[in-house]
Every structure is written in C-alpha cells, then in structure tokens.
C-alpha cells in the first residue's frame, strides 16, 4: 500500500535527513518511533506530500508521489490520505459534526453525511455532533479527529503523536480504536510517535536514529 525507497530530506541551512526504508500493507499498522530531533515530523509531512523530498520515492497505492505537482498532490491527498494531528486542529465557529464533514465535502466523496453517522457510532460520538469543538473534552476530541480523518475513506492513515498527551488507560484505548478502524477499513496505519508506550500494542515497529 505505501512503501519508501531512500527517502531523504534536507532543510535549508539544516542538515540531511535520512529514512530507512519502510512498508505498510492494507489494514496493518507500522509504528514509527525516534526521540526528539530524529526527524518524525518531518517523515510524516513528506508522507503525506506536505514536503518534497531531496532524494528517494515514496509509493502510495501504486503511485510514486514524486513528480506530482502542488495541486495534485493536494487532490490526491484529498482522495487517499487521512491524517490525525496531535491537536485536533478544529474550526471552534463549526460545529463538530460540519467540521468532520469538510474533508468529505473537499475529496467530493458520495454520501458524506451516510458515512458521518456511521463513523460517528462507530467512535461513539454521534451525541455530540451538534457541539461546538470546545465544548467537547479532550479524549472526545481526539476521537473526532479520527473519525475527520476516516471520513473520506482513505487508503492511507497518517497519525501524529496521537496518544502523547494521553494517560496510560486511553493511550492504548486510543492506539487499538485507531488500528480496529484501520483494519475495517483496509487502511495502512502509520503512527509517528515518541510515545513508548506504543511498542507494547504493535509489533511492527521502526525506530529512526
Ligand atoms: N524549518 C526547519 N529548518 C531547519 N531545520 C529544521 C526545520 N524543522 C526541523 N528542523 C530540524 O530537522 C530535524 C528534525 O526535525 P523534526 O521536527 O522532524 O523532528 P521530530 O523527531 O519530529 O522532533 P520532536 O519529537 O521534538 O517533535 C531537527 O534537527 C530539527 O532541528
């Protein structure tokens, strides 16, 4: 589903990153874990072509991402990748459920609305849909972000530090609610994370250095 070939990134005036190699198929989970500085944001922006690479492929559903333009990266994002950010990054004069039915609404998908109650169950937060973000608690939020990320169907799920500011308790909630939707939905999982606690819930697992 999405492999890497001697990925490489180099920031201006910074110095050169290189990643290893890495895989991930339909419905599994790669765990990605480095301590602070290794390079974990900068892996995922180039996953999910927020960057170009300096050097290297990154493969996505049969495509190299490489020579695609800015706006067609941004459709094909739009159609194939769905990320979770740390914070969730919510429009706070929206409501909660015309927040999670934008990307949908962006990737043009059929029957947004269909899928938003399902999805919505699913995470168990189809009650709170007419809130506004703030009014919604942190774990609550957290699992809006998910469900905004699995909304448009992607094949590819991009997860940033997901569980960092999470106790013990829904850190692995967290981790096996998003690796079950992954797997009903045949999508590749990739966790970018310092968060340790991880390696105990997945097995595959690559630590940068
Ligand atoms: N805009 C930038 N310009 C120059 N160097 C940068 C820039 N952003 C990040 N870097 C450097 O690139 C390296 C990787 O940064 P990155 O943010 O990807 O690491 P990280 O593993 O996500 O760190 P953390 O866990 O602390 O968030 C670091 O050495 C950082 O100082």
Redesign the pocket.
């Given at each position: 589903m999405i492999y890497t070939r001697n990925l490489a990134y180099a920031?201006?005036?910074?110095?050169q990153?290189r990643f290893p190699d890495m895989e991930c198929a339909e419905g599994r989970v790669l765990l990605i874990t480095?301590?602070?500085?290794?390079?974990?944001?900068?892996?995922?922006?180039l996953l999910a072509g927020l960057l170009k690479p300096s050097g290297g492929e990154i493969n996505i559903a049969g495509t190299d991402i490489g020579p695609f333009s800015a706006g067609a990266m941004d459709t094909f994002r739009g159609k194939h990748i769905g990320i979770i950010y740390q914070q969730s990054h919510f429009i706070a004069s929206l409501t909660v459920g015309e927040n999670l039915l934008l990307p949908a609404a962006l990737a043009s998908k059929d029957h947004p609305r269909q899928r938003l109650r399902n999805i919505a169950e699913r995470l168990g937060i189809h009650g709170l849909l007419h809130k506004k973000p703030a009014q919604l608690s942190q774990g609550e939020q957290q699992r809006a972000s998910i469900a905004r990320a699995l909304i448009s169907s992607p094949q590819l799920l991009l997860a940033d530090?997901p569980t960092a500011s999470l106790d013990d308790q829904n850190c692995i909630a967290v981790a096996e609610l998003l690796a079950e939707q992954a797997q009903q939905q045949q999508a590749a999982l990739l966790i970018?994370t310092?968060d340790s606690r991880l390696k105990q819930v997945f097995d595959h697992h690559i630590q940068?250095s």
């Open positions: 920031y201006p005036n910074g110095r990153l480095g301590q602070s500085g290794v390079g974990k944001t900068t892996l995922l922006h530090e970018v310092h940068l």
